[in-house]
């Protein structure tokens, strides 16, 4: 080792870029620098900004900016649009995440078998995915209109509804809720079933056939065996989508706004109207910290969960 | 307790015949082992016994009962995988009573029986471990207790010891032999190891292509094959084998040894060789060489035990010999045993 050390110590010090490119201490940083500044650039310097602003009364059309505490918060706290928001923005995530585990695991179950079509079917259920999300939920929109609705005009066809008994699927607050969600689970369902087709296919076929000759029927060998293999796999799912449905308000943006009387109205959507449109930075930037405890947790579970599951 | 029996069972894979029209039947209690190279059907065919693969014809017969079109939860079979296929989000405790729980066994009586069949196989202390906390031979205890939990009236096993180390095969394999005499279930054991095998089987299905070649017990199969693949895949070094436009002949170098070890006056067919090359193997030395005089130019291998001491070199021609009764005959066609004849 040493003679090959002396050997090789006169190109160490090499000073062309290809020599410290082959060396692993500085071709390491080199390559996650741009990932670091990146993130330091549209995450971090946006994330003080907005730790600064929520103590300070700083609004639009306003250059002075003053220290105030914890008012923005305190005074943000008492408003009931405000309490609305933080139910609806657990309704939403909650519901949305439960439906698309459940639909989800059902979906990479049907996947994991073979039969014919199957690429077609794969095709249609990564669409949404690949679809713009502003685009796809302006489709949305059309399907839930008032006067054009098609699935108004498909269940009257059906017979299920009569002409005049069309629903206002944005209109009215739990149908608009339910629209809402309905649509999020169809933006999310693509990557929640690829992730668990990822983790059912590896499952070891053995234990799949072990089950069969122990003689577990279906349901004892879905819940038994097949849920609880594939459960850290499912948290990261879970967990992944949770963040999204926290913090993600264009679906909510482009079809209700927030509306009607705030029933579809959660913490993202909030803190950019009031923010934003509404102008008053300070109290917009208290609105959207409130969030962050509660998706700290949620990223540290996340991480625990990742690291359980290399172990498994 | 129950015979299994196959009937013309057949399995197509796309135009690949992994299993091509297997008759087997073992006997009530008895250990069989399906020997073969890998591809040759053998896990497959133990997969359709199991019921985890549907045959393409043919039918599966268990205790007396055609079970082709049952499930594998009817079949009252118990396997171990050569994964053991033990679940790892469960107890050892758990993974053994699971074919009971699934059965709907009464919990009491669950314990009862996931206690006796870990203290069978002593692992009665490792109940409460995940499988990933084991080694390897705890493993293959666990996967076997949870086989014989259920009390099954028969036991497949697809090469369960191909996992374990050298040395702890060879008492896995003395464990196995004496646990499956113990209870007394039919066995068919699935494995590629001819020394498995030999050493575990009452009889042995040699197989190849899809087709056994041979049914019978390692003295039969070893001494009496019925053919030139049964021949030349059992033993180390296999049988060798000289084929001649007429006749193919067989012996094994085991038996083919310097002329000068055996007496002389007995009915020995001598066969002269140049030596090309020696290997000590310890117990063993295998001589290599070209035979000369009326079979000339094949190569041929004489397994000298290392009690045999004749002194050998390479380039040098030595007279070798062999019992004639240890001639076997095959037909160089068809690659069947055919009958002796006079060389």
Redesign the interface.
């Known amino acids: 080792m040493t003679t090959l050390e002396r050997g090789a110590a006169p190109q160490a010090p090499a000073k062309s870029l290809g020599g410290l490119l082959d060396r692993p201490e500085w071709l390491g940083p080199l390559m996650i620098g741009p990932a670091v500044l990146f993130i330091a650039l549209v995450v971090g310097i946006p994330f003080l900004l907005a730790l600064y602003y929520s103590v300070s009364d700083i609004s639009m059309g306003d250059r002075t900016m003053r220290f105030v505490g914890l008012k923005n918060f305190i005074a943000v706290a008492g408003t009931s649009n405000f309490q609305t928001s933080i139910v609806n923005t657990f309704v939403f995530a909650i519901v949305s995440q439960i439906l698309v585990i459940v639909l989800g695991t059902a979906l990479a179950l049907a996947l994991l078998r073979d039969f014919r079509g199957k690429w077609f079917v794969r095709f249609l259920l990564l669409l949404p995915w690949v679809a713009p999300i502003s685009l796809g939920t302006i489709g949305w929109l059309w399907i839930f209109d008032s006067t054009y609705s098609v699935l108004n005009w498909t269940l009257e066809a059906l017979g299920l509804i009569t002409p005049h008994g069309w629903y206002m699927w944005l209109g009215i607050p739990y149908l608009a809720m339910g629209s809402v969600i309905a649509v999020h689970v169809w933006r999310i369902l693509p990557l929640a079933t690829v992730i668990l087709l990822a983790g059912l296919s590896s499952i070891p076929h053995d234990i799949h056939d072990a089950a069969r000759v122990d003689g577990a029927g279906y349901w004892r060998h879905l819940f038994q065996i097949t849920v609880p293999l594939v459960r850290p796999i499912m948290l990261v799912a879970g967990l992944f989508g949770l963040v999204f449905a926290f913090t993600d308000m264009i679906v909510i943006f482009v079809l209700t706004r927030g509306g009607p009387y705030d029933t579809t109205q959660v913490l993202s959507t909030l803190a950019f109207f009031t923010g934003i449109q509404g102008g008053d930075l300070a109290e917009g930037a208290a609105i959207a910290l409130f969030l962050f405890p509660m998706l700290l947790a949620v990223a540290i579970g996340f991480l625990r969960v990742a690291r359980r599951a290399e172990v498994v | 307790m129950a015979i299994v029996e196959t009937r013309d069972v057949q399995k197509l894979f796309g135009d690949v015949r992994a299993v091509d029209g297997v008759n087997l039947a073992t006997n009530e209690g008895e250990f069989l082992v399906l020997l073969g190279p890998s591809g040759c059907g053998k896990t497959t065919l133990l997969?359709m016994i199991?019921?985890?693969e549907q045959p393409s014809s043919g039918d599966i017969i268990i205790g007396g009962q055609v079970v082709t079109a049952l499930?594998?939860?009817a079949r009252k079979?118990?396997?171990v995988?050569?994964?053991?296929?033990?679940?790892?989000?469960m107890t050892v405790g758990k993974n053994i009573a699971?074919?009971l729980?699934?059965?709907g066994t009464p919990r009491e009586e669950q314990q009862k029986r996931v206690q006796r069949s870990a203290s069978m196989l002593g692992i009665g202390h490792l109940l409460h471990r995940k499988p990933?906390e084991l080694s390897g031979g705890e493993r293959q205890r666990v996967a076997l207790a949870?086989a014989l939990v259920?009390e099954p009236a028969v036991f497949l096993l697809d090469e369960p010891l191909s996992n374990l180390d050298a040395k702890l095969r060879t008492s896995a394999r003395d464990e196995l032999q004496q646990f499956q005499r113990q209870v007394a279930t039919t066995t068919i054991y699935v494995t590629h190891d001819q020394v498995e095998a030999m050493g575990l089987g009452h009889r042995i299905a040699v197989m190849d292509s899809g087709r056994v070649r041979q049914l019978g017990t390692p003295q039969e199969v070893y001494h009496d094959p019925a053919d030139t693949f049964v021949a030349t895949f059992l033993g180390s070094p296999p049988m060798n084998l000289i084929e001649k436009p007429e006749y193919s002949l067989g012996f094994r170098p085991e038996n083919f040894l310097p002329r000068e070890v055996y007496a002389k006056d007995g009915h020995l067919f001598a066969l002269p060789c140049r030596v090309t090359r020696l290997e000590y193997l310890g117990s063993d030395r295998l001589v290599y060489g070209v035979t000369e005089g009326k079979l000339e130019g094949h190569r041929v291998i004489s397994k000298l035990p290392s009690n045999i001491s004749v002194f050998m070199q390479p380039g040098e021609r030595h007279e070798f010999a062999l019992p004639e009764k240890e001639l076997k005959f095959f037909d160089p066609r068809t690659g069947l045993r055919a009958a002796p004849r006079a060389l």
Do not use: C, D, E
């Open positions: 997969r199991a019921g985890l499930p594998p939860r079979i118990a396997m995988f050569q994964s053991y296929a033990l679940y790892p989000h699971f074919p729980k699934a059965q990933r949870r259920r």
